[in-house]
């Protein structure tokens, strides 16, 4: 089975400076995938960023990035000049590719940011 | 283009009762995955449904159950409610391996 886990339950940030969220790992997959969701007071689970394990490149969106150590099973994400915005609860979750696990997203337990003006 | 709708947004059951939550996935959307997400938590994995057949299932007791329809829409049904079902419910739809998040429906029991 798979676990993921979040060590940082509560973030904070100046707006325009930059925060990184941590995040682990353990599977004995080799090929998976990786996410990071952010959930707004809104409630809807948005996608931030996804991680092929197969690639070595860091995903990047925008303002986000990623640091995924696939040896130590880490994965961070890294959101530069931070904005009011990106306050919210964000998720790292894991699937694997293929396999009786198929589609099932395993998440961590969260990390709350808040971004200070 | 129509993401992952929900309903109800909100629900008050008693103990004891039944409920059934909905699920409209997002156009193009075959499988829809439900998660139970408990306060201050991240969401657990109830079951997944495609071609109108459980697919997998979480660790979850037979109270939970589910049906997908030939519109690949979807509901969770569960019965003989406890104090612990509260929550808030979420579905996702997804085709490969993108997924979209309905917004949820939050379940407090009394």
């Known amino acids: 089975a798979q676990t993921v886990t979040q060590s940082q339950p509560e973030m904070s940030v100046q707006e325009a400076e930059t925060v990184t969220l941590s995040c682990t790992y353990d599977?004995?997959?080799?090929?998976?995938?990786l996410f990071w969701y952010k959930q707004p007071p809104s409630r809807q689970m948005i996608l931030v960023i996804r991680?092929?394990?197969?690639?070595?490149q860091n995903a990047t969106e925008n303002r986000f990035s990623v640091n995924f150590q696939k040896a130590a099973k880490s994965f961070s994400l890294k959101i530069s000049d931070s904005q009011l915005g990106d306050t919210a609860m964000y998720f790292c979750a894991f699937r694997r590719v293929g396999g009786t696990s198929y589609g099932k997203l395993t998440f961590g337990q969260g990390t709350i940011l808040t971004v200070h003006p | 283009d129509a993401g992952v709708t929900q309903s109800p947004t909100h629900l008050i059951k008693t103990r004891g009762q039944q409920v059934t939550l909905r699920c409209s996935p997002k156009s193009g959307h075959d499988t829809v995955s439900w998660y139970q997400q408990a306060l201050g938590q991240g969401p657990q994995f109830i079951f997944q449904?495609?071609?109108?057949?459980?697919?997998q299932r979480g660790n979850f007791p037979d109270r939970f159950s589910g049906h997908q329809f030939p519109n690949y829409s979807s509901e969770l049904n569960v019965n003989a409610l406890l104090l612990g079902d509260s929550a808030l419910y979420l579905c996702a739809s997804s085709l490969s391996y993108g997924y979209t998040f309905g917004s949820g429906t939050r379940l407090t029991v009394v």
């Open positions: 991680q092929e394990a197969y690639k070595q």
């Open positions: 599977t004995s997959e080799n090929n998976y995938y």
């Open positions: 449904y495609y071609e109108e057949e459980e697919r």
